[in-house]
């Protein structure tokens, strides 16, 4: 069941901006550990960056100096400012909640940049 809802996808231009925001349950918010992954077409899903409840975070390579991942505890929504958007990054974007094995995730919301 859907427990995390995403929200910002859309269409941008290459060099504009996005903030995606991931709204979860107090409860997951708290504890989990929260993520983006993106999936384009005819490639795998992968991590583009995560956030501890501590504040850690890690990037993809890909994601190092153009996107940040943050977390506003209060509100219980992870976000994602991605900057500088290339065409690569069109994909389908997923916000993921962890738990050691234990899994959650959003619906996606897609992200397209093109002109």
């Known amino acids: 069941q859907v427990q995390l809802v995403e929200s910002g996808g859309g269409l941008v231009q290459p060099g504009g901006s996005l903030r995606l925001s991931c709204a979860a349950p107090?409860?997951?918010?708290?504890?989990?550990?929260m993520g983006w992954y993106r999936q384009a077409p005819g490639k795998q899903r992968e991590l583009v960056a995560s956030?501890?409840?501590?504040?850690?975070?890690t990037y993809a390579d890909s994601a190092k100096g153009r996107f940040t991942i943050s977390r506003d505890n209060a509100k219980n929504t992870v976000n994602l400012q991605m900057n500088s958007l290339k065409p690569k990054d069109t994909a389908v974007y997923y916000c993921?909640?962890?738990?050691?094995?234990?899994?959650?995730w959003g619906q996606g919301t897609q992200v397209t940049v093109s002109s």
């Open positions: 956030i501890t409840s501590a504040g850690i975070t």
């Open positions: 107090r409860n997951i918010f708290s504890i989990y550990v």
């Open positions: 993921n909640a962890r738990f050691f094995v234990r899994d959650l």
